[in-house]
């Protein structure tokens, strides 16, 4: 029994091993040997600038494995797009060595490039790993019912799967079927998947929960969306918006302070005003509504010219700036600084945008990195050079595309605009009938109790000017009495 068991162990490491190998390679010569060696030994630069002397112009060279090989340089050789690109455009997984196939198969199975839809798999290799944009209808129980099944049948693919739970999660909402979509979420949650991020998780699971009253799950699942994530100033919105919902008038001042905090004024957009002055009506302090409404024409100003400007022509004063300090500092709020005021605010939410940039940016870090192993080759890289310049202009005709796409998402932004001005106007028309109609409603709002504002415990920031300590953010703290009682005007 134990002969058997070892002589299994034996065969099934002896197959790793050949699967492993570089045997397929060519070696009638010094030169095809030595690169082989050094395949074999994991020396991947050195094997780029042996593969000229060894295979260029040969017959190996011209067949789909020889292609594949020379992606695999590439893709190992920090040039990943340009690999892919290669394998897919010259090579056909059928016409493969089995063992570099197998190669080529684990590499589309892990590749963020892949498995985030930033480069599309094509001809044969759709077979191995169909990376295609992938929508499904999904608008009553049988269509539901059917993405569930197919869901279930991908088990053994989480990430192909995970597109599919994706799409069950936001849309099963839309009918009704919030259970179906936090199962989804579940799943997605658990399964190990690497294309849905956990953020994005934790927010829809949170608008789920909303939807389906569970204010408090509601809460706990924005509040595990980290600063550091684009969508944490839309969490704290949405934080908001269900404390206001649970009438707590206390934590739902307290959300939109941290909103309308100056170090956030870049960030946040029209709604969040709206939600504080709204607040503010619920408890009756008008004089903050209105000063709401003075700090909303203070800021946003500006931006709203810069976002109309964009829609029209594609350009604005700072685009031009912000891009270029996209391009080399990565796709990102951080990256944009103080100019992302002059971006739609769901520029680093949206995945066409990002997916444009982020490609463009990989495509001239290859470039760059072609152009620089090519000029250690004494004159025998001119196949990298090519590659080089032809990943730069791919680069710069992504550019347009993504301006393309922002002009889409400020003209998005222009209309939410225009409905929050007129939502904030009724607001302050409510405010001006309700203080002509009931003179019981003037005068100042209440303060922190002596007793509250004495606690050794609790460290007071007064809410003034416009200097902010980052701790604050997210830390207010307010204290609210009911609103009077109202002599008959209402909203």
Same mark, same amino acid.
Request: proline letters at 3%; one cysteine or more.
């Given at each position: ?21 570089? /045997? ?62 290669? *394998? ?55 269509? &539901? ?42 799943? *997605? ?27 408090? %799950? ?12 684009? &969508? ?14 649970? /009438? ?18 870049? =960030? ?9 002055? =709204? ?30 400007? *964009? ?18 500092? %990565? ?7 103080? &100019?992302?005021?002059? =971006? ?36 025998? %890289?001119?196949?990298?050079?090519? =590659? ?12 347009? &595309? ?9 003209? *998005? ?60 953010? /997210? ?12 002599? %008959?005007?209402?909203?």
């Amino acid at each position: 029994m134990f002969q058997t068991v070892l002589f299994a162990l034996v065969v099934i490491l002896s197959s790793q091993a050949q699967a492993d190998s570089f /045997d397929y390679l060519p070696a009638d010569q010094a030169a095809q040997k030595e690169f082989q060696s050094l395949m074999a030994a994991g020396n991947y630069r050195q094997a780029l600038r042996a593969w000229n002397l060894a295979h260029r112009g040969s017959t190996f060279a011209v067949t789909s494995s020889g292609q594949a090989t020379y992606a695999y340089l590439l893709y190992q050789n920090g040039m990943p797009l340009l690999g892919l690109q290669h *394998l897919f455009e010259h090579a056909q997984p059928d016409e493969l060595n089995s063992s570099l196939r197998s190669k080529w198969t684990k590499e589309l199975k892990t590749s963020s490039l892949i498995q985030k839809g930033r480069v599309q798999t094509s001809r044969g290799w759709k077979k191995i790993n169909d990376n295609s944009p992938f929508t499904l209808q999904i608008s009553n129980q049988k269509e &539901l019912a059917q993405a569930i099944n197919k869901a279930a049948q991908l088990r053994k693919d989480v990430n192909a799967q995970a597109r599919i739970l994706w799409q069950i999660a936001t849309q099963a909402p839309q009918f009704g079927q919030v259970t179906a979509a936090l199962k989804a979420l579940d799943q *997605l949650s658990t399964s190990g998947q690497k294309v849905i991020a956990s953020d994005q998780i934790l927010s829809s699971r949170g608008r789920v929960l909303y939807q389906k009253g569970d204010l408090t %799950g509601a809460i706990e699942a924005f509040n595990q969306i980290p600063k550091s994530s684009s &969508l944490w100033v839309e969490s704290v919105e949405e934080r908001a918006w269900a404390y206001l919902k649970r /009438d707590d008038f206390d934590k739902t001042i307290s959300e939109t302070i941290t909103l309308l905090s100056p170090a956030l004024s870049p =960030l946040v957009g029209p709604e969040s005003y709206f939600l504080a002055n =709204l607040a503010s009506l619920k408890i009756c302090d008008y004089t903050r509504i209105f000063k709401n409404s003075e700090l909303f024409k203070k800021r946003l100003r500006q931006r709203l010219t810069d976002l109309q400007e *964009l829609a029209k022509s594609g350009a604005n004063k700072n685009l031009a700036s912000v891009l270029d300090r996209i391009d080399k500092n %990565g796709v990102s709020i951080e990256s944009a600084g103080p &100019l992302v005021e002059s =971006l739609p605010r769901s520029t680093f939410r949206d995945s066409t945008f990002t997916q444009l940039f982020e490609n463009r940016r990989q495509l001239l870090n290859e470039s760059q990195t072609a152009t620089n192993i090519a000029a250690t080759f004494a004159g025998e %890289g001119t196949e990298l050079q090519k =590659l080089g310049i032809k990943a730069k202009q791919q680069a710069e005709h992504l550019k347009p &595309l993504a301006i393309q796409r922002l002009r889409a998402l400020a003209e *998005l932004e222009i209309k939410e605009y225009k409905t929050v001005i007129n939502k904030m106007h009724i607001i302050e028309g409510e405010v001006i009938h309700r203080m002509h109609a009931d003179d019981n409603l003037k005068g100042e709002r209440s303060r922190l109790s002596d007793n509250e504002r004495s606690n050794p415990d609790v460290l007071v920031f007064p809410y003034a000017g416009d200097e902010v300590w980052f701790d604050e953010l /997210d830390n207010y703290k307010a204290r609210v009495k009911d609103c009077p009682t109202l002599k %008959g005007a209402k909203l």
